[in-house]
């Protein structure tokens, strides 16, 4: 297992305060029930850095979400889902992904891309602490690409499409945060439908 076995308390936290924010209560309650996690409806897990929980749990989460709502709902639901991720973690605990006390500096147009991508490897950074050495961030033609293999956002999964749209809406609202500009974020490979790795592209804004 490639994995970090266990995950703190707070991705667990993060993923339900988010699911419910983005499918409503009902809708949270049905991805539990479907994925087994039915005792978190009376007792989710803490908002803290304990490490109750594992990856499994985690990833059956995910491919529950994407059962229930089949791979085209599932698709939009979790790129949602990525978006409200990020806005949430930042208004409320930026700590988890070392992000807490930064502000991006002054808007150059110029210079942000720069900006973001040296704020992005600090969240990178936190992903790798807590996921495992699962990440590779650098620089391409478009702008900057994440790679993630082997994927917990789709580890199990067999889709047509590309189907981890959780992370690529996280990186478009990190993103809209530090550029102050929505950017273009594409997942050109994905290891569901059958390519070796997962690679989100973020493209650079048109000064
Ligand atoms: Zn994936």
Redesign the pocket.
Known sequence: MPFREKLPNQMFYLGLVTLEDVLGNNGLKSILNYSGFSHFIDNPPPNNLEKEHTSDDFIRMITGIVNVLGEKGARMILFQAGIRSFEIMLDKFPALFNIEGIEPKERNPERMFEEFKRIYQIIVDALVGMYGDIYKFYECDEGVALE?AP?????GLKTEGP??MT?AGFEFAAAKWILGQEIKVEETH???KGDDM?RMVMHRPEV
């Not at 994927?151 to 580890?155: F, I, M, P, R």
């Open positions: 993630i994927c917990l956002w789709c580890q189907i981890c992370p994905c290891i569901a997962c």
